[in-house]
């Protein structure tokens, strides 16, 4: 038999040889792909025609387009769905036995978290680019922040969509459902979306929703992300930067944790 | 002086109330097979996953190829193959994409890694199907790139758990092919089957698992000489005939235990067939339907319990 030794690789190589793993993956399944970008496609064709008529409303910023109000909260909306699959496509790999292989190699188990919120911040970042290219091709999105503003809106919506992923995989290391994190994480998401000034501003929401809409986290990471992308008075960058960092870290550690358990008994 | 590869002390394992393992010792010298023998639920998988550092154990301690199972788990996974009941293959990538994928992961160079996995890939006769997603892999092909992915790094001791199960009768004897040259090599392994055969074709000691303990272990000669080498099966017409036909056998000296209308008893020569018959004969018995049976894994069972 031939002699090898090769006792395990470096941390750094764990982790970017399973991003590359995930990303490959992602390539060989093409219609999971088309899919994951026809969801917020299809949201962003119907709100920019449905909603585009609350432009003439009291509330509304005057002189601004909608798609030009609506794109950026696509954007991080678009980072938030794409954050609660990533906890899922744990729950996959944990079920197909993926990992029940990893476990028995001389690797460290937080590199395969990891290197699913990398890949996954990686096809975000691809829908977002997506996204935008739409908005602006198709829709007449024409942002006063320019390009640098648009990517810089992507930028946060990324972070954003990034901080809550480590959330989806610590729920994911704990809960370890597939079905039952889809259910509850729409049920979860659903309202927060409405709830918030992604598709219409505060002012216009019912007294009770501009309530819940002012304490909503997404309100602010939308708002940020629409005075980046307008060119308005930045508002909150920073602020959902830290409280993005901060989820981060908090749900990496709980992820570890929770991964850390037996896969099956 | 022959190495222990595999050396587990009074493990024991506890779910909640339920003990999985309990006290339960085994060895395996090098370039030896040891195989583990037992029912769904005999803890045939949970001491695998004590051994490959999947599942702590709640007492005693192992050591594989030398090191702490616990406090050496990094050093025991980098010296070990699994191939589960399940393929662990990544159903999204190709298969030569798979064995590069755990090349890589265990310190390989890309070259290596691709080197490594066109090796494998002969080797298992997988070449063809190289660049094809694992998902449209057959059962048995499955079963070989995975056994192929547990060999990436020349594993020094390999955990097959019930390699063979839902296997047609070619892949399986090719599976039985392949393990006979990996011990050949010089590696070490232990297998665990509910299949008497497969382990008496392959195992150098046998350890009969049942409810967490061991109930038998040994070389197969010695275990078979233990169970008996066949059984006769009587089914008779009623059960009063069952009571005395019971009786009736218990008093030419064997040890028939009943179930239903259905008599099982060991024996240890062909001619004791003809004492069974003798003795019903002699009571006026006339049996339904009556046979000879290999020894299979429910008759070590049944000796095991009635000793």
Do not use: C
């Not at chain 1, 503003?149 to 992923?165: I, M, N, R």
Request: aromatic share 6%; net charge neutral.
């Amino acid at each position: 038999m031939a002699t090898l030794t090769w006792h395990g690789s470096s941390y750094p190589t764990q982790v970017l040889v399973l991003t590359g793993r995930s990303l490959r993956a992602l390539l060989r399944t093409p219609l999971l792909v088309f899919f994951s970008v026809l969801q917020p496609l299809i949201m962003l064709t119907l709100f920019s025609q449905i909603f585009g008529s609350i432009t003439s409303t009291a509330n509304f910023p005057p002189g601004m387009t909608y798609i030009n109000y609506l794109l950026p909260a696509i954007l991080v909306n678009t980072a938030m769905q794409s954050s609660l699959a990533s906890g899922i496509g744990l729950v996959q790999d944990m079920s197909n036995g993926v990992l029940a292989r990893f476990r028995s190699l001389p690797i460290r188990p937080s590199t395969v978290l990891l290197a699913r919120n990398l890949s996954d911040a990686v096809r975000t970042a691809f829908q977002l680019l997506l996204m935008i290219t739409f908005g602006v091709l198709v829709f007449g999105f024409r942002p006063d922040g320019g390009m640098l503003g648009t990517l810089a809106a992507l930028g946060l919506a990324l972070v954003v969509g990034w901080a809550l992923s480590w959330v989806f995989i610590a729920i994911a290391a704990w809960v370890r459902k597939a079905e039952l994190m889809q259910t509850v994480g729409f049920l979860a998401m659903f309202p927060l979306m409405f709830a918030s000034s992604a598709f219409v501003p505060v002012g216009g929401l019912p007294g009770w929703l501009q309530a819940i809409a002012k304490i909503n986290p997404l309100t602010y990471a939308v708002d940020a992300a629409r005075s980046l992308a307008l060119a308005h008075p930045v508002t909150g960058v920073v602020g959902a930067l830290v409280t993005s960092g901060a989820i981060a870290v908090v749900g990496a550690f709980m992820a570890i944790r929770g991964f850390r358990r037996p896969l099956s008994i | 002086m022959s190495e222990l590869m595999i050396e587990a002390t009074e493990v024991s394992k506890r779910f909640g109330d339920v003990h999985a393992l309990d006290g339960v010792s085994v060895t395996a010298k090098k370039g030896s097979v040891l195989g583990l023998l037992g029912h769904n639920g005999a803890g045939k998988t949970t001491l695998v996953n004590i051994l490959t550092t999947m599942l702590p154990p709640s007492g005693g301690s192992a050591r594989v190829a030398g090191f702490d199972v616990v406090k050496q788990s990094h050093e025991v996974r980098s010296r070990i193959g699994l191939t589960g009941q399940f393929a662990a293959v990544d159903e999204q990538l190709s298969g030569h994409d798979n064995l590069v994928l755990i090349a890589r992961l265990l310190g390989a160079s890309r070259k290596q890694a691709h080197q490594r996995a066109d090796d494998l890939l002969e080797q298992f006769d997988l070449t063809d199907a190289a660049k094809r997603n694992a998902k449209t892999y057959s059962g048995g092909m499955r079963r070989r790139l995975d056994l192929a992915a547990s060999l990436v790094g020349s594993p020094e001791v390999l955990f097959l758990d019930e390699p063979t199960t839902g296997l047609d009768p070619a892949s399986r004897l090719a599976m039985w092919e392949i393990v006979e040259k990996l011990v050949a090599d010089g590696t070490t392994v232990l297998l665990t089957t509910q299949y008497l055969d497969e382990a008496d074709r392959l195992a150098d000691t046998i350890t009969v698992l049942s409810q967490g303990k061991v109930v038998a272990s040994g070389t197969s000669a010695e275990l078979k000489a233990q169970v008996g080498q066949r059984t006769v099966t009587v089914t008779l017409d009623s059960a009063s005939d069952v009571d005395t036909a019971l009786k009736a056998i218990n008093a030419v000296g064997l040890h028939p235990v009943a179930e239903g209308l259905t008599l099982t008893t060991p024996v240890n020569a062909s001619r004791d067939l003809a004492t069974v018959v003798r003795a019903l004969d002699d009571n006026g018995l006339e049996a339904h339907e009556i046979g000879l049976a290999e020894p299979t894994l429910d008759d070590v069972y049944l000796t095991l319990a009635a000793n």
